[in-house]
Structures are given as C-alpha cells and as structure tokens.
C-alpha cells in the first residue's frame, strides 16, 4: 500500500526557514508521466498548488507566490521529495500535503494527484 508521510513543520519567524519533508513508501512513480507535488490549505480557503517535481526528470514547476522563495527537490534513493522555505511571510501559513501521481499531466490541478499525505502544520509568526 502506498503511503505518503509528511514531516518539518512547525513554528517558524516571518523571514526564517523550513525544510519539509514527504517519504513516500509502497512503490516507485518513476514514469515519464509520475509527478509528485506540494499543495497547501489555509482556514477558510481551498487547497491551493504550491510546487511540484516530476520524479524522473526533476523538472520542476512553481506557484508564483512561492517563486524565488521555495525549492523542490527530491532524493530518487530515499523514496523521498523535499520543500525547501525561505523567506517565509505569515501568508505562508497552512496546512501543507505532499501528493504523487502517475498520469500527472497538469501539475498544477489536485486531480492530477491519486496519493495524498496526511499533512503538516506550518505557521509563520510576524
């Protein structure tokens, strides 16, 4: 069964960084079509797109409130993908979700996405 497991977040200073983690276990996306990807949900809003990576290539696509800020990367030996924060201001404040798909056409669109995390809390104080 394919599990996806979300850790890094926490507290963190308008301005700091935040380095957020996703392990992905049960099976390997490695198609030229297998993406994996960052989504984030503040109270009262939608799940937004944040950043995503396509596993094989490691071509990568950004929201642009993240542009300049954020990074993602990932680690093909550790089944793993990462999100790199930087700069980050309180609108940055949400729940954040790791998500993998294998048909990922439209990076940017949480139908795309088969698997979800449980998400991690991020919060940014001013």
């Known amino acids: 069964q394919v599990q996806l497991v979300e850790s890094g977040g926490g507290l963190v200073q308008a301005g700091g960084s935040m380095r957020l983690s996703c392990a992905v276990s049960?099976?390997?996306?490695?198609?030229?079509?297998?993406?994996m990807g960052w989504f984030r949900q503040a109270p009262g809003k939608e799940r937004e797109f944040v950043a995503a990576?396509?596993?094989?290539?490691?071509?990568?696509y950004y929201a642009d409130s993240v542009k300049g800020r954020f990074s993602i990367s990932r680690d093909n030996a550790k089944n793993t993908m990462y999100l790199q924060m930087n700069t980050v201001k309180p609108e940055d404040t949400a729940v954040y979700y790791c998500?993998?798909?294998?048909?990922?056409?439209?990076?940017?669109?949480?139908?795309?996405?088969?698997?979800w995390g449980q998400g991690t809390q991020v919060t940014v104080s001013s």
């Open positions: 049960g099976r390997t996306f490695s198609s030229s079509t297998s993406a």
């Open positions: 990576i396509r596993w094989n290539s490691g071509s990568t």
């Open positions: 998500a993998v798909g294998d048909l990922v056409t439209l990076l940017t669109r949480r139908d795309q996405y088969f698997y």
